[in-house]
């Protein structure tokens, strides 16, 4: 089992930055991607970046340019860099761990979330 533990939203205004954290803890060995994703008021969840190894980033097109995902895995963190927020990004934020894909498929595991409030 893996645990995910994501800290740092709040309310900021439009323009402003915000700087979310991921703890990891558990047996991390098969974790292959760490993901952030968001979830707007009804919409539906999506991804906003990813990380795989050796350190590769992709991100949504709303977000490249305004985010930056990193991954510290001496401290089994993740962390997830927002600058120029605008009112849009306004979501829960959720980290999400994915293991190594097999025959049997990929196991994923999810934060509790955390908000984030951008107000214009």
């Known amino acids: 089992q893996v645990q995910l533990l994501e800290s740092g939203g709040g309310l900021v205004q439009a323009g402003g930055s915000l700087r979310l954290s991921c703890a990891a803890s558990?047996?991390?060995?098969?974790?292959?991607?760490m993901n952030w994703y968001r979830q707007a008021p009804g919409k539906q969840r999506e991804l906003v970046a990813t990380?795989?190894?050796?350190?590769?980033?992709n991100y949504a097109e709303s977000v490249k340019g305004r985010f930056t995902a990193s991954r510290d895995n001496a401290k089994n963190r993740m962390y997830l860099q927002m600058n120029n927020l605008k009112p849009e990004d306004t979501a829960v934020y959720y980290c999400?761990?994915?293991?190594?894909?097999?025959?049997?498929?990929?196991?994923?595991?999810w934060g509790q979330g955390t908000q984030v409030t951008v107000s214009s």
């Open positions: 999400n761990a994915k293991t190594i894909p097999t025959l049997q498929g990929v196991d994923e595991y």
């Open positions: 990380i795989t190894p050796p350190g590769t980033t």
């Open positions: 558990g047996s991390l060995r098969n974790i292959y991607s």
